[in-house]
């Protein structure tokens, strides 16, 4: 009796009896994130998302600092302390001496722009406001020298001689002051409007 003719059975791939064809990927359909595709348009393509570039190093960018605060009017007030006390030691050092010392009024704006700075805080009136204390210091500081030579010439206190003769004490000062002593005084206000900027950063 004649076999009915069997229909073809499916080769063997890579050695395997058992393996079936694989059905061709299926295009990708439009889904999550990605507009649909209108038929007929031509088809769009998406740029990948910018990757955020490392700072150099590997490691994040740096913050900013914020600004150091502090006390304007205090620092107003502990500038005028350590001039009062500077001037006293100016004038304690002229009458040593028995002669000026120009250098001082830089060192004596230095350190009144330092400490107006550092106890005030960043401030735009506060450099200017260091150089004009700064000005009175040195001023008050030789006005001081004087009156301790008038009262030791007069036997009187320096308390008493700078009350009751400031005028005489003012006008002798006046005379013997020159140009480079008003240069110093200026040296010594920019001196203290300098470090009262880099004080308070």
């Known amino acids: 009796m004649t076999q009915p003719p069997q229909p073809p059975q499916p080769q063997p791939q890579d050695g395997n009896p058992y393996a079936q064809d694989k059905p061709a990927a299926a295009p990708p359909q439009p889904g999550y994130g990605y ?4 038929p007929g348009q031509p088809q769009q ?25 502090g006390n304007p009017a205090l620092g107003i007030v502990a500038g005028v302390v350590v001039a009062l006390i500077l001037a006293w030691a100016y004038g304690a050092i002229m009458k040593a001496t028995d002669h000026e010392i120009g250098y001082a009024a830089i060192g004596v704006g230095f350190v ?11 401030n735009a ?21 004087v009156a ?15 009350t009751d003769h400031f005028g005489f004490i003012n006008d002798a000062w006046k005379e013997n002051a020159d140009v480079k002593e008003y240069v110093f005084m200026a040296i010594g206000a920019f001196a203290a409007f300098g470090s009262a900027k880099k004080a308070a950063l």
């Open 45 to 69: 393509q998406y740029a990948p998302f910018p990757q955020q570039q490392p700072a150099p190093g590997g490691f994040p960018p740096p913050q900013p600092v914020p600004a150091r605060g």
């Open 148 to 162: 301790m030579y008038v009262g030791e010439a007069a036997h009187v206190s320096f308390f008493t001689a700078l």
């Open 35 to 38: 507009p649909q595709q209108q």
């Open 112 to 122: 009144v722009g330092l400490v107006v700075g550092k106890v005030g805080g960043r």
């Open 125 to 145: 009136v506060l450099p200017i406001l260091s150089a004009v204390i700064s000005l009175a210091a040195v001023y008050l500081g030789q006005i001081t020298g």
